[in-house]
């Protein structure tokens, strides 16, 4: 459909004040067409630009849908930030909200074009609503100027809590409203009312007074009560309520009127779509605060690992990747005096934060105790002292194993608190687990640590060690079987570069949604 209406028409002010706040805020290169002719789209914004061109076909471009039809075209061209893609669907929607709005005020415009006041009030609402992003400020005007047409005494704006599901006190005019919370289950409240209801609601003369007493509102005999419930539509769904307007007495006396519901029902409505305009943005900037804070968790817990290009490739290499943005999963190398290399891995029961907190301090009691004591055991005992009182507060605990191999001479020493993924390949790919000799830590007594002794032939063993979540989510029928495609990988690609093997046991087929599965760990060691 090819638009007869002018560019100022469709570009209300209000709607290029927001595209130059979203602009300027996200750093984006926005612009906005219309199909006036078929032969090429009309720009739209910015305005005054000498050559536009045409949209480009490498841009990110959204449909703008309006009332009668017509799609605008919002084009946002590239390079766009990485909080720039989720803002501008923020913003195609806010865009399809203010249109909406704009034909809200077109049809009542000309359903009571006699009221000129009323009209002034409306167009200067929706542009109070465009110009600001604060809505606690937006509605303070708006209910100051709403109060002055209508020749309201008093007034209040109450607007739903998403945190706890009470209506708040946004803006008053005049004195003596209560500032709440109010709890919309409340028993005599008008405004509670109004909300369960969903419908305005109009008080005067002898019914007003016993109501207004039980309700607390600061009304006069005599008054008039006006209140009507904030609407919002959203494009898909059922209608819900979000707020209630409040209109109380009026300066030149009688009651408020029918046609006064009506204009402060289309002002509502209009309040309504700010109001969740302002919700969706704030969720829009909340998610990308916490994407950046989890991107920033991330990498700060993976730099707590020792970089593995510290050592060579062909001999050592290391693997993590957390079911989250952070992990329990944890390993750590340690070179010893005499030749003596040291090789622990952890998985901390659970993930996310709560098992990322400990995966950190183990990180750091076993820096201190591997560099303060040689015998593994010592090395668990002091960990598991230094991390008792985290792991019954949490209520977690974590398997451990921790080797010192020693090429000069030729054995492997280890103590091993509960974790089951430890194997011993020799030269012909033949796998001798390494069995755990005690509990997992924080289950069992700190000082009861063992260590075993066993033969290790420099250049031609393999230390192979890895988590539950890399065998467990294997595309197989057991969780044995899991561990076993594992081992058998491992044993067959011995020879290949250690760094080869850790890759090629993450590339292992997964099983259902790898984001469901639990952290991944892989250590591979050939001394």
Same mark, same amino acid.
């Given at each position: 459909?090819?638009?007869?209406?002018?560019?100022?028409?469709?570009?209300?002010?209000?709607?290029?004040?927001?595209?130059?706040?979203?602009?300027?805020?996200?750093?984006?290169?926005?612009?906005?067409?219309?199909?006036?002719?078929?032969?090429?789209?009309?720009?739209?914004?910015?305005?005054?630009?000498?050559?536009? !061109?045409?949209?480009?076909?490498?841009?990110?471009?959204? &449909?703008?849908?309006?009332?009668?039809?017509?799609?605008?075209?919002?084009?946002?061209?590239?390079?766009?930030?990485?909080?720039?893609?989720?803002?501008?669907?923020?913003?195609?929607?806010?865009?399809?909200?203010?249109?909406?709005?704009?034909?809200? +005020?077109?049809?009542?415009?000309?359903?009571?074009?006699?009221?000129?006041?009323?009209?002034?009030?409306?167009?200067?609402?929706?542009?109070?609503?465009?110009?600001?992003?604060?809505?606690? $400020? %937006?509605?303070?005007?708006?209910?100051?100027?709403?109060?002055?047409?209508?020749?309201?005494?008093?007034?209040?704006?109450?607007?739903?809590?998403?945190?706890?599901?009470?209506?708040?006190?946004?803006?008053?005019?005049? &004195?003596?409203?209560?500032?709440?919370?109010?709890?919309?289950?409340?028993?005599?409240?008008?405004?509670?009312?109004?909300?369960?209801?969903?419908?305005?609601?109009?008080?005067?003369?002898?019914?007003?007074?016993?109501?207004?007493?039980?309700? !607390?509102?600061?009304?006069?005999?005599?008054?008039?009560?006006?209140?009507?419930?904030?609407?919002?539509?959203?494009?898909?769904?059922?209608?819900?309520?979000?707020?209630? +307007?409040?209109?109380?007495?009026?300066?030149?006396?009688?009651?408020?009127?029918?046609?006064?519901?009506?204009?402060?029902?289309? +002002?509502?409505?209009?309040?309504?779509?700010?109001?969740?305009?302002?919700?969706?943005?704030?969720?829009?900037?909340?998610?990308?605060?916490?994407?950046?804070?989890?991107?920033?968790?991330?990498?700060?817990?993976?730099?707590?690992?020792?970089?593995?290009?510290?050592?060579?490739?062909?001999?050592?290499?290391?693997?993590?990747?957390?079911?989250?943005?952070?992990?329990?999963?944890?390993?750590?190398?340690?070179?010893?005096?005499?030749?003596?290399?040291?090789?622990?891995?952890?998985?901390? &029961?659970?993930?996310?934060?709560?098992?990322?907190?400990?995966?950190?301090?183990?990180?750091?009691?076993?820096?201190?105790?591997?560099? %303060?004591?040689? %015998?593994?055991?010592?090395?668990?005992?002091?960990?598991?002292?230094?991390?008792?009182?985290?792991?019954?507060?949490?209520?977690?605990?974590?398997?451990?194993?921790?080797?010192?191999? $020693?090429?000069?001479?030729?054995?492997?020493?280890?103590?091993?608190?509960?974790?089951?993924?430890?194997?011993?390949?020799?030269?012909?790919?033949?796998?001798?687990?390494?069995?755990?000799?005690?509990?997992?830590?924080?289950?069992?007594?700190?000082?009861?640590?063992?260590?075993?002794?066993?033969?290790?032939?420099?250049?031609?063993?393999?230390?192979?060690?890895?988590?539950?979540?890399?065998?467990?989510?294997?595309?197989?029928?057991?969780?044995?079987?899991?561990?076993?495609?594992?081992?058998?990988?491992?044993?067959?690609?011995?020879?290949?570069?250690?760094?080869?093997?850790?890759?090629?046991?993450?590339?292992?087929?997964?099983?259902?949604?790898?984001?469901?599965?639990?952290?991944?760990?892989?250590?591979?060691?050939?001394?």
């Amino acid at each position: 459909m090819i638009l007869e209406r002018s560019s100022r028409e469709l570009l209300p002010e209000a709607v290029s004040q927001i595209l130059s706040e979203f602009a300027r805020e996200f750093r984006l290169d926005l612009h906005l067409w219309v199909p006036l002719d078929r032969e090429r789209p009309h720009h739209l914004f910015p305005r005054d630009l000498p050559d536009p !061109g045409e949209p480009r076909s490498d841009a990110l471009l959204l &449909s703008v849908p309006l009332r009668n039809g017509t799609e605008l075209l919002l084009e946002v061209r590239h390079p766009i930030p990485e909080a720039g893609r989720s803002a501008s669907h923020v913003l195609r929607t806010t865009l399809e909200h203010l249109y909406e709005n704009a034909e809200e +005020i077109r049809f009542f415009t000309y359903e009571v074009s006699e009221r000129y006041e009323e009209i002034n009030l409306l167009y200067s609402i929706a542009e109070t609503l465009g110009s600001l992003l604060r809505m606690r $400020d %937006a509605a303070r005007l708006i209910l100051t100027e709403v109060c002055e047409v209508m020749g309201a005494r008093r007034g209040a704006l109450w607007v739903l809590s998403p945190d706890d599901g009470e209506l708040r006190l946004e803006a008053s005019v005049g &004195s003596g409203e209560k500032e709440g919370p109010l709890s919309i289950s409340h028993a005599t409240s008008i405004t509670a009312l109004v909300f369960r209801d969903g419908r305005p609601l109009i008080l005067s003369g002898d019914r007003l007074d016993p109501v207004a007493e039980a309700a !607390g509102l600061p009304a006069e005999r005599g008054d008039s009560i006006l209140s009507v419930p904030i609407r919002y539509t959203p494009p898909y769904g059922e209608p819900r309520t979000v707020g209630v +307007i409040n209109l109380i007495g009026r300066r030149r006396g009688g009651r408020f009127m029918a046609s006064d519901q009506k204009l402060l029902s289309a +002002i509502a409505s209009q309040v309504g779509a700010a109001l969740e305009n302002q919700r969706l943005m704030e969720e829009s900037l909340e998610q990308e605060r916490v994407g950046r804070e989890m991107e920033l968790a991330h990498n700060l817990q993976m730099k707590l690992l020792p970089a593995t290009d510290a050592f060579d490739p062909e001999r050592v290499a290391a693997r993590v990747e957390p079911a989250e943005s952070v992990g329990g999963d944890f390993y750590q190398f340690f070179r010893l005096p005499g030749d003596r290399f040291g090789v622990m891995i952890g998985d901390v &029961s659970s993930h996310g934060f709560p098992a990322a907190l400990i995966m950190a301090l183990s990180l750091s009691a076993a820096t201190i105790y591997a560099s %303060a004591v040689e %015998a593994p055991d010592e090395v668990l005992s002091g960990m598991a002292e230094s991390l008792q009182d985290e792991l019954e507060t949490t209520e977690m605990y974590l398997t451990l194993f921790y080797g010192v191999l $020693d090429p000069v001479a030729g054995e492997l020493v280890y103590a091993n608190a509960g974790h089951p993924h430890a194997f011993l390949l020799d030269a012909k790919g033949t796998a001798a687990r390494l069995p755990a000799l005690d509990p997992p830590m924080g289950i069992a007594d700190p000082s009861g640590y063992h260590a075993r002794r066993v033969p290790w032939h420099p250049g031609e063993d393999l230390l192979l060690l890895f988590t539950d979540g890399l065998s467990d989510t294997l595309n197989l029928t057991s969780r044995v079987a899991g561990e076993q495609k594992v081992v058998e990988t491992a044993a067959r690609m011995r020879d290949v570069p250690a760094r080869d093997l850790v890759a090629a046991l993450f590339a292992l087929e997964r099983e259902g949604n790898p984001a469901e599965g639990d952290d991944r760990t892989a250590v591979v060691v050939r001394l």
